[in-house]
């Protein structure tokens, strides 16, 4: 059963342009991430909002902004898009922050930049 | 590096029958967690175990952290048990995830 949603599933777009990802989580969770996914075998945080707080903030480009209304959304925005952010974007969402919780993932955006 | 190593990479089997799928870990770990995933699918967690032996219907997950493994025991296997289970731990204190590279699962009727 889905309880982290995300949309778009995917998106193609140009160098440049502007793009935003949605992320909503119906568990009741505190703790929402943002992880980039480059391969199979990484997955790395961009950021983690604990109860609409932002807690980690990696060292991303300053292109990349999170966005959260309340602790069920995290949003992500892409201010102008590099070809380096071409990859797979995941949303997940933990009871809570702390030593590793249970993540709990979304379906992935897959981004293309031409 | 970290590593993930999970084995064996793809596994057939008939329906009814068991499976162990086996996952090591090349640094200490505190935690980890179980993935199954469909192909386009979600990631789905089966288990999260930091540690000892986890029942959850057909499925058993066995965490020993002192040896750096982790063992998930399929029983009565069934087709919808079919795809891709995957290993997952934390490092850099959960800045980062390390996947397994995934046990590819196949049960034919």
């Known amino acids: 059963e889905t309880a982290v949603f995300q949309t778009p599933n995917y998106h193609v777009t140009q160098v440049g342009n502007e793009v935003s990802f949605n992320c909503k989580q119906t568990?009741?969770?505190?703790?929402m991430y943002w992880y980039k996914q480059d391969s199979k075998k990484l997955l790395k945080i961009m950021f983690s909002?604990?109860?609409?707080?932002?807690?980690v903030n990696e060292t991303v480009p300053r292109r990349f902004s999170p966005q959260s209304s309340d602790k069920a959304h995290l949003n992500l925005r892409i201010k102008s898009v590099e070809p380096e952010d071409s990859a797979v974007y995941l949303c997940?969402?933990?009871?809570?922050?702390?030593?590793?919780?249970?993540?709990?993932f979304g379906p992935g955006t897959r981004l293309t930049v031409l | 590096g970290q590593q993930v190593q999970q084995s064996p990479a793809s596994l057939v089997l008939q329906e009814g029958e068991n499976a162990e799928l086996q996952c090591n870990f090349s640094?200490?770990?505190?935690?980890m967690q179980w993935f199954y995933q469909r192909p386009g699918g979600s990631l789905v967690s089966l288990f999260y175990?930091?540690?000892g032996t986890k029942h959850s219907g057909r499925l058993t997950s066995t965490t020993v952290i002192k040896e750096r493994r982790s063992s998930l025991h399929i029983s009565s296997s069934q087709t919808t048990d079919s795809g891709t289970y995957l290993c997952?731990?934390?490092?850099?204190?959960?800045?980062?995830?390390?996947f397994g590279t995934g046990t590819t699962v196949s049960v034919s009727p």
């Open positions: 997940a969402s933990s009871i809570d922050w702390g030593d590793y919780a249970e993540q709990f």
């Open positions: 568990l009741g969770h505190d703790t």
């Open positions: 909002y604990n109860n609409k707080q932002l807690i």
């Open positions: 640094t200490s770990l505190n935690s």
């Open positions: 175990n930091p540690s």
């Open positions: 997952v731990f934390p490092y850099q204190g959960g800045r980062a995830l390390i």
